[in-house]
């Protein structure tokens, strides 16, 4: 028994069609140039208030928390730098922290 021989066809590729030419950086003023610089204008605008939204909602009070939460302070005085005293007292000895994390734990869970 012989296999018959193997034979090949060969289609034509069409042609590609190329975008028209948007001129190299030496022809008539670099147009590539000016349409990148006012679509990146244009993108600047538009996100411009989603980035304000989102640090004056998001990323001050972060900040601003994490500075608090490292502070003792009674809104009458200034601020006095604590560091870490906050967080060992509150899972040492404050009798409120453990039966709060219980009971968010069970909203959670239901």
């Known amino acids: 028994m ?4 193997h034979h090949e066809t060969r289609t034509a590729v069409p042609p590609v069609d190329l975008p028209p030419d948007r ?3 030496g022809r008539l003023g670099r147009p590539w140039r000016r349409k990148r610089s006012s679509d990146t204008l244009a993108a600047y605008v538009f996100l411009a208030p ?3 939204g989102f640090t004056g909602f998001v990323v001050y009070p972060l900040i ?5 939460a490292l502070t003792s302070y009674n809104g009458l005085s200034d601020p006095k730098f604590i560091g ?3 967080f060992r007292r509150m899972f040492s000895t404050d009798p409120s922290f453990w039966p709060s994390v219980r009971a968010t734990l069970l909203l959670v869970v239901l």
């Open 2 to 5: 012989t296999a018959a021989p």
């Open 23 to 25: 001129g190299s950086p």
């Open 50 to 52: 989603a980035l304000i």
């Open 64 to 68: 601003r928390s994490a500075y608090s």
């Open 84 to 86: 870490f005293d906050n």
